[in-house]
């Protein structure tokens, strides 16, 4: 059964004729009991409405660091997953250079082989120009022996 500070006011005692107690002081007594009883119902209303606003309030901040957690938490993950994404786009950069370093080394010595074939291709033409050279230079003085030959035998003949 709850009391209220009005319950204690209005509260009614029999009344003894010995040895009882003081009517008006058993009144004043009371009143002041009721009063005291009232500003403790007040101030317990006040403090659980103070509890409740606390509670409210820590499930408020509950409620923010929850939330601070999962954008903590999208925020590592982001930043793995963007991690690992240029490390797999460095790894392909590199990758692709290879291939390219690869492609260019292959395009050089092919390109090299032929310089080196054109090379020896005019090496063997200058050989060859030279001994054809040689050979017309050969057949040259031959025919100017012959004709110096010729000539001193022309002169010999005119004497």
Known sequence: MQITARDIKEMEFTKK??????????????????????????????????????????ENYRNKNEKLDKILLTAQNFAENEQERVEKEIKLKYKEAEINIEKMMNEAAKEKAQLESEVQKIKHKKKRLIEDFEKNLDKQKSFLKELKSLEDESEVDDE
Not at 24 to 29: H, I, P, R, T
Request: proline content about 0%; overall charge negative; glycine content about 2%.
């Open 17 to 58: 004729n010995f040895k009882g107690y003081d009517v008006e002081e058993v009144k004043n007594f009371l009143e002041m009991v009721a009063s005291e009883y009232e500003k403790l119902i007040l101030e317990n209303n006040k403090l659980k409405n103070k509890v409740k606003n606390l509670e409210d309030e820590l």
